[in-house]
């Protein structure tokens, strides 16, 4: 089944430990990015990526990281948390090239919280 | 810059009922798509539709239907005859024809469907 897969669901952790959320598509996806969701924000792109070894910074980079080094995964890596970074996290991920703006397919999204 | 708004913050209808989601976007780009998706009280984000910039037709599929007007930079989505299933919160978006492809959401209008 074509799918993107984040872990974990559900993260509860204390401000200033480091963090990783992790992402794997298996649809071959060229295209990767991280959104949060917070109300009334709607969902804010965090990083993205267009290829192995190519990330690039979204509307809200601070204080995350990402990588990519192999086409499937895209972890998603938060140094030193803080309660603001509070929040439900998407992975997203879709095709490239051809399929130019397809749609992106999401992860089911990772609930975390920083005290 | 992009922008997508979703004056409706939240709306109840009862079962049966006909409702209308509102999107309006800006954009300076000529080229550019729309897409709404569904997120479910379990949390997942699932694409409903995709709408380039060159096709003002309007769709059904079931129950759902969508009304492209760029005279007045709108892309409303209605469902005929609610169900409770319909229940969610529905995101309007927008994107580009950069090379990041970004997709700007709106800040969702929550649907509620009661019997």
């Known amino acids: 089944e074509a799918q993107v897969t984040q872990n974990p669901r559900y993260l509860i952790t204390v401000t200033g430990k480091k963090l990783t959320v992790t992402c794997s598509q298996n649809m071959n996806h060229e295209y990767m990015s991280w959104y949060r969701q917070d109300p009334g924000l709607g969902l804010r792109q965090i990083y993205y990526s267009m290829n192995v070894e190519v990330t690039d910074k979204g509307d809200v980079p601070e204080g995350y990281k990402v990588s990519r080094k192999e086409k499937r995964n895209f972890p998603l890596i938060l140094e030193s948390p803080s309660p603001n970074q509070t929040s439900l996290y998407f992975c997203?991920?879709?095709?490239?090239?051809?399929?130019?703006?397809?749609?992106?397919?999401f992860g089911n999204g990772t609930r975390l919280t920083v005290t | 810059a992009q922008k997508v708004t979703q004056a409706q913050t939240e709306i109840s209808v009862v079962e049966k009922e006909d409702v209308t989601l509102d999107c309006v976007y800006e954009?300076?780009?000529?080229?550019?798509?729309l897409f709404w998706y569904k997120q479910p009280p379990s949390g997942e984000l699932v694409f409903l539709i995709r709408?380039?910039?060159?096709?003002?037709q309007n769709e059904i599929s079931g129950r759902y239907s969508w009304n492209f007007q760029k005279s007045t930079s709108s892309f409303n989505f209605t469902i005929t005859a609610s169900q409770v299933v319909d229940s969610a919160v529905y995101f309007c978006?927008?994107?580009?024809?950069?090379?990041?492809?970004?997709?700007?959401f709106g800040t969702g209008t929550r649907l509620q469907v009661t019997l």
């Open positions: 954009t300076r780009d000529t080229t550019y798509y």
């Open positions: 978006a927008l994107s580009y024809t950069g090379t990041a492809s970004k997709l700007t």
């Open positions: 709408r380039n910039s060159f096709d003002e």
């Open positions: 997203a991920s879709r095709a490239w090239g051809v399929a130019y703006n397809s749609p992106l397919h």
